[in-house]
């Protein structure tokens, strides 16, 4: 079972680990950021948007509301100063977010769709793992392309935060 404690724990890493793969990416040079690659989001900063979106539409099913999205590849924050700035604010939601909450609450099932519009039922702390987990996925897509810079990632483990914080 997942408690408020863990959870607090696990939105401070996910955004400390954005920080410090923001950071890093500030170090790339000329265009890195934005170089199209083969990648299924065609770039860093288009990968970092897809992880920006879905953080929206799992905000959105953990509150009951409608997302309004009919994909998770929209380019929402093309410049990366933005992109930083507004995953930064959700993050701090997140963080927010896991304070508020206790047993009962996260082990609540709630109802949602799917992008696809496919029904499904979760726990909230499910929910919320799995934010944490996919940006943890899609974070080691973007330090995968450092290497095209000849550049090596940051690191963002979790064991490193642990023994940061």
Request: net charge neutral; with cysteine; aromatic share 12%.
């Amino acid at each position: 079972m997942l408690t408020t404690e863990t959870a607090i724990m696990f939105a401070k890493y996910s955004d400390w680990a954005d920080q410090v793969l923001f950071k890093a990416m500030q170090k790339l040079p000329g265009d890195a950021v934005y170089r199209t690659r083969q990648t299924l989001f065609g770039s860093m900063v288009g990968t970092l948007n897809h992880n920006y979106q879905v953080d929206l539409i799992w905000r959105a099913h953990l509150i009951g509301e409608k997302h309004g999205f009919s994909s998770r590849r929209d380019l929402l924050h093309p410049d990366f100063g933005d992109l930083v700035r507004e995953q930064s604010k959700i993050n701090q939601w997140y963080i927010d977010w896991a304070s508020r909450q206790n047993a009962e609450s996260l082990s609540e099932r709630l109802t949602f769709s799917f992008v696809s519009g496919k029904a499904a039922e979760m726990t909230r702390g499910g929910m919320f793992l799995h934010v944490v987990n996919h940006k943890t996925y899609h974070r080691g897509w973007v330090s995968e392309m450092f290497f095209d810079s000849k550049i090596n990632p940051p690191q963002t483990d979790l064991s490193v935060f642990l023994c940061e914080a």
